[in-house]
T-cell receptor, first 111, second 115 residues
């Protein structure tokens, strides 16, 4: 049901930037791009979302391609606490595919 | 402002028993989503409810599973006659509105173990 494609896993070194890609080639003009992450043994938590423009918050940055068919979540300095599964989701409240999670990307951060 | 509260945190049931999972959304939130997560897998959408109404239950198994969100009290996910395959983590999430720009707040989940 998920309308996004992400790599299964990625690795990063601590204190280095991490770029997590997401493809959503069938995105509609009104879909928002949301990112959540799930730390081990916890519920998912919101990270960031955007529509067309790049977005920044205290946790991360979201870079959205001009054609909106892909986006990248950027963690500017990975810490060990950022090790989690990161999910890219399209919010489509008009249909029956709202908030469907895919498999996500498992991020491993090496000290 | 307390977050989304789920209880119990852990629930053990024997095959054939009933499991009741409770979710209290954040104050002011009238939209609740339930998800199931099998070990080493992603979150699977089950059902979306808005106070007293089931809006989308396309992810719910047709038998044994039901959900409600009464006017007063928490949302309940009920599993009758549990089987071993029901063992999973069940998460609920809430939001104040159902809009494309709105984020969801998740609880810590209920880990159901069926013996």
């Amino acid at each position: 049901d998920a309308k996004t494609t992400q790599p299964n896993s990625m690795e990063s070194n601590e204190e280095e930037p991490v770029h997590l890609p997401c493809n959503h080639s069938t995105i509609s003009g009104t879909d928002y791009i949301h990112w959540y992450r799930q730390l081990p043994s916890q519920g998912p938590e919101y990270v960031i979302h955007g529509l067309t423009s790049n977005v920044n918050n205290r946790m991360a940055s979201l870079a959205i391609a001009e054609d909106r068919k892909s986006s990248t979540l950027i963690l500017h300095r990975a810490t060990l606490r950022d090790a989690a599964v990161y999910y890219c989701i399209l919010r489509d409240v008009g249909g029956n595919n709202d908030m469907r999670f895919g498999a996500g990307t498992r991020l491993t951060v090496k000290p | 402002n307390a977050g989304v509260m789920q209880n119990p945190r852990h629930l053990v049931r024997r095959r054939g028993q009933e499991a009741r999972l409770r979710c209290s959304p954040m104050k002011g939130h009238s939209h609740v989503y339930w998800y199931r997560q099998l070990p080493e897998e992603g979150l699977k959408f089950m059902v979306y409810l808005q106070k007293e109404n089931i809006i989308d239950e396309s992810g719910m198994p047709k038998e044994r599973f039901s959900a409600e969100f009464p006017k007063e009290g928490p949302s309940i996910l009920r599993i009758q006659q549990v089987v071993r395959g029901d063992s999973a983590a069940y998460f609920c999430a809430s939001s104040p509105l159902r809009e494309r720009s709105e984020k969801l707040f998740f609880g810590s989940g209920t880990q159901l173990s069926v013996l």
